[in-house]
């Protein structure tokens, strides 16, 4: 479960295009961030499948889930960003073909443009397929849809199984884990009607509704995409949308943000927390981006989950990322995205009074890194959770959650 938003130019605080995403997967499924160089190659091998190399690719900064090749969201170097959502559709589901992570990627090392990265995806998806298992731990599998943007334009893309539509949007949008798109598309796939009725779908007579034909109504009201969406939407425009007031939509827990919401069921939670109910195993924040696009974009990241309790720090495409390490599925200390699991575990004991406690120093942080230097501002966020750690460690009561002791002992944090 995932939330991605947009605000075009018309209608961001500067006129820039300002861009977000959660990644949202399994609870202990560590998110690397790199930056990928521009290279070439005979054959690009996604996770489950290969396709023909492109002559040249560009360099991205990519957000993936440690074992795929494939990225969950990502920025390249001409200012493109894109990130992905499950949807839940009643096209057949295969056994393999590229993930949306790999289509993610695939478009970002690319694309130059966010209208060729539409036209990229879309042809993939007929050419190659959807497919594969999705979850690190569960064999879990979805079709996509997409927020692809550029300084100028996005763009939303749905999917099912090889069927697809796409439409431009202009103010503020998000998508979460449900189609949205009726008759209103603008681009589509070759042949969209038939394709329905080879999946023994019924596209009716006039100009197809994706949404509706497509649509596997009762698990996307289940996953609470529309909640969710709203929630974005909602925050986002109800003042100019800015850097920070991304960074601070990617933390909610539903509107108005309620902390204790988070340990419930999904309902209108952007800031997802994992717990034992079926609708919440995949629903865990473990990485956050936001970007304002440009020839030289200022992107944001984590680096760690849980948006709520983590500081979003600056990175820079075409730098050397500052030492964060490469986090696998175990803990591993020397890795950023590890280390901070220990201040999560402690945060969930009781996460609305650990929010009361760093809230004010997190906020302050990143009005002050702005502009920082990104080796400058990863050392001071590095300090900054130490000094978290200790605080919580000493002031917040309560138990861990006992599904969450579970997932201790098995990635080995336990007594760590």
């Known amino acids: 479960m995932c939330d991605t938003f947009v605000a075009t130019p018309e209608a961001s605080e500067n006129g820039r295009m300002l861009f977000g995403k959660n990644s949202d997967r399994e609870p202990g499924e560590a998110q690397a961030v790199e930056l990928g160089p521009a290279r070439t190659e005979a054959i690009t091998h996604c996770t489950f499948a290969d396709v023909p190399a492109a002559p040249l690719t560009r360099a991205a900064l990519l957000c993936r889930p440690y074992w795929m090749w494939g990225a969950e969201m990502g920025v390249n170097d001409a200012g493109v960003a894109i990130g992905n959502e499950a949807v839940f559709t009643r096209a057949p589901h295969a056994a393999s073909g590229l993930t949306g992570m790999d289509l993610v990627r695939l478009a970002l090392e690319r694309a130059t443009s966010a209208h060729p990265a539409v036209r990229l995806i879309g042809e993939l998806i007929e050419t190659h397929g959807q497919g594969g298992a999705a979850g690190q731990r569960a064999s879990f599998r979805y079709h996509n849809s997409f927020l692809i943007a550029d300084p100028e334009q996005a763009w939303v893309l749905e999917s099912a199984a090889r069927a697809w539509v796409a439409k431009r949007v202009v103010g503020v949008r998000a998508i979460s884990n449900g189609l949205t798109l009726g008759d209103d598309w603008e681009l589509a796939c070759d042949g969209l009607a038939a394709k329905a009725r080879d999946y023994r779908?019924?596209?009716?007579?006039?100009?197809?509704?994706?949404?509706?034909?497509?649509?596997?109504?009762?698990?996307?009201?289940?996953?609470?995409?529309?909640?969710?969406?709203?929630?974005?939407?909602?925050?986002?425009?109800?003042?100019?949308?800015?850097?920070?007031?991304?960074?601070?939509?990617?933390?909610?827990?539903?509107?108005?943000?309620?902390?204790?919401?988070?340990?419930?069921?999904?309902?209108?939670?952007?800031?997802?927390?994992?717990?034992?109910?079926?609708?919440?195993?995949?629903?865990?924040?473990?990485?956050?981006?936001?970007?304002?696009?440009?020839?030289?974009?200022?992107?944001?990241?984590?680096?760690?989950?849980?948006?709520?309790?983590?500081?979003?720090?600056?990175?820079?495409?075409?730098?050397?990322?500052?030492?964060?390490?490469?986090?696998?599925?175990?803990?591993?200390?020397?890795?950023?995205?590890?280390?901070?699991?220990?201040?999560?575990?402690?945060?969930?004991?009781?996460?609305?009074?650990?929010?009361?406690?760093?809230a004010p120093e997190r906020d302050a942080f990143e009005r002050d890194h702005l502009a920082a230097e990104p080796d400058e501002a990863f050392a001071a966020a590095a300090a900054l959770e130490a000094r978290w750690e200790t605080t919580l460690a000493a002031r917040v009561s309560g138990r861990l959650p006992r599904y969450w002791q579970g997932l201790d002992r098995d990635s080995g944090l336990q007594g760590c």
């Open 201 to 358: 779908l019924d596209p009716g007579k006039t100009r197809v509704d994706f949404a509706r034909t497509f649509g596997d109504a009762p698990i996307t009201l289940a996953a609470a995409a529309a909640r969710r969406r709203a929630c974005s939407e909602g925050f986002l425009g109800a003042h100019p949308p800015s850097l920070l007031r991304g960074m601070a939509t990617l933390r909610q827990h539903g509107s108005p943000d309620r902390p204790a919401r988070a340990h419930r069921e999904l309902r209108q939670t952007v800031c997802a927390h994992a717990g034992a109910l079926p609708t919440r195993a995949h629903g865990q924040t473990v990485g956050s981006l936001v970007a304002e696009l440009s020839a030289t974009s200022r992107v944001f990241v984590t680096a760690t989950s849980a948006a709520c309790l983590s500081l979003f720090k600056p990175v820079q495409l075409g730098r050397a990322l500052p030492p964060i390490g490469s986090p696998t599925g175990r803990f591993d200390p020397t890795t950023l995205w590890w280390r901070h699991e220990r201040l999560h575990r402690i945060a969930l004991r009781d996460l609305a009074a650990a929010l009361a406690l760093i």
